[in-house]
């Protein structure tokens, strides 16, 4: 079974600095990687994702994660941070062994907010 | 196109209580998810529904019950609702093999007493 950690589940930082939210994950097959946002009161929405190709991805309002398969880690990062940011941020895991169910398995969340 | 939708938005039940919470997709995907998302505990698997006319357990189904009532269609029911199912629901589809990206609903917030 795959489990996800994220390591933080409150990261304040002021507006236009940068960021990082940690995950790890454990898995003994290939996995697929997720990065999911979450405002206030919405429901989940896709940041971006690692399927296979280039560890370095981009996705959306900016974000960009990398994928480490030696450290098992997907980090998010951000140059520059705005007020919009500020949501919850949720690191997924699906393993290519899920079958054609592929069922994500969640990190427990990381809080960001962005400071005036 | 409305995505996932989730009817009601928000509910709230008395201990022992019966509902059934209801999603629909108009992606024309293949699966369907249900998940609870619980504060600090990200989101849990419920049960779900790889294609039509198949259902499965997730990591936490006790207590609950799905149909999928065709392509577009999954519900969740509650038989006797407890207050430690009081939750946020989320649905969520999957267009199938080779698609790996899940797209969630607005989600509906639920409180038994």
């Known amino acids: 079974a795959q489990s996800v950690t994220q390591l933080d589940s409150q990261v304040p930082v002021f507006e236009e600095a940068p960021v990082e939210l940690r995950c790890n994950y454990s898995s003994s097959v290939s996995v697929y990687l997720f990065w999911y946002v979450q405002y206030p009161n919405q429901g989940l929405q896709l940041l971006l994702k690692?399927?296979?190709?280039?560890?370095l991805v981009k996705g959306i309002n900016g974000f960009e994660a990398e994928f480490n398969k030696s450290q098992t880690s997907f980090h998010l990062r951000k140059p520059s941070v705005h007020i919009s940011d500020t949501a919850e941020y949720f690191c997924?895991?699906?393993?290519?062994?899920?079958?054609?169910?592929?069922?994500?398995?969640f990190g427990s969340g990381t809080q960001l907010t962005v400071l005036p | 196109n409305a995505g996932v939708t989730q009817t009601p938005k928000f509910q709230v039940l008395k201990t022992g209580q019966s509902m059934t919470l209801q999603c629909a997709q108009d992606?024309?995907?293949?699966?369907m998810y249900w998940y609870r998302q619980d504060p600090g505990m990200g989101l849990r698997l419920i049960y779900y529904?790889?294609?039509?006319?198949?259902?499965d357990k997730g990591e936490v189904p006790n207590g609950y019950n799905v149909s999928r009532l065709n392509k577009r269609e999954f519900s969740l029911r509650l038989e006797s609702a407890a207050p430690s199912q009081t939750s946020v629901y989320f649905c969520a589809c999957r267009a199938g093999t080779g698609q790996e990206t899940q797209y969630f609903g607005p989600g509906t917030r639920l409180l038994v007493l």
């Open positions: 997924a895991v699906s393993t290519l062994s899920s079958g054609s169910a592929r069922q994500l398995t």
């Open positions: 529904s790889a294609s039509e006319g198949t259902t």
């Open positions: 992606m024309n995907h293949n699966s």
């Open positions: 690692y399927l296979s190709g280039s560890t």
